[in-house]
C-alpha cells in the first residue's frame, strides 16, 4: 500500500516530466530561448550635462540662480526688523496712546518682533531697533469730530 506522502511525491515526478517532455509542436522546439546574463561588473555612470539635469518646468530642481536670489531675499529680509510691519491705526489719547500694528494693540514701551515702540503720536508711530529708526505713517486722514484734542 502506498503512503499519501508517497502518493504526493509520484504525483510531483510525474508533474515536472511532463513539463520537460516536448510538446510535439514543431514550432515550440525551433524557439530559441533567451538567457538573462547578470554583469558582476559595474555599468558606467554617463555625466549629465547640469543644463539637461535642471529641467525648467521640475519644481524640485531650481536652477542655481534662482535659490541665489532667494537666499538674497531672505537674507534681506532677515537685516530689515522693520520689514512686515504695518500700521493699521492708532487710538488717540494724550495720557496713553495705543497704535495696532499687524493685528496688535500696542503702547508707547512695548515691542513687537524685537522692535521697540518709541512714540506713537496721532498720526504716526516711531520705531526703533539695533540702534535704527524706522517712521510707520497712517495711510488715512484724521477726520477731527471736535472731541479729540491733541
Known amino acids: 500500500m502506498i503512503s499519501l506522502r ?3 511525491n509520484i504525483a510531483l515526478y510525474i508533474l515536472v516530466i511532463c513539463t520537460l517532455l516536448p ?5 515550440a522546439e525551433q524557439s530559441t530561448d533567451k538567457v538573462l546574463i547578470i554583469r558582476a561588473d559595474k555599468i558606467a555612470e554617463t555625466a549629465i550635462s547640469q543644463e539637461i539635469a535642471v529641467s525648467p518646468r521640475d519644481p524640485f530642481n531650481w536652477p542655481p540662480e534662482q535659490i541665489n536670489k532667494f537666499n538674497y531675499l531672505e537674507k534681506k529680509q532677515k537685516e530689515d526688523p522693520f520689514s512686515g510691519l504695518k500700521l493699521l ?5 494724550k495720557e496713553k496712546p495705543l497704535a495696532i500694528i499687524n493685528d496688535n494693540l500696542v503702547s508707547q514701551g512695548d515691542t513687537i518682533k524685537d522692535v521697540y515702540i518709541r512714540e506713537i503720536s496721532p498720526q504716526q508711530v516711531m520705531l526703533e531697533s539695533m540702534g535704527r529708526y524706522h517712521t510707520l505713517e497712517l495711510s488715512t486722514k484724521i477726520i477731527n469730530l471736535g ?3 491733541e
Do not use: D, E, V
Not at 491705526?89 to 489719547?93: E, H, S
Open 6 to 8: 508517497q502518493s504526493t
Open 89 to 93: 491705526g492708532i487710538i488717540w489719547n
Open 147 to 149: 472731541s479729540i484734542k
Open 23 to 27: 510538446t510535439g509542436n514543431p514550432q
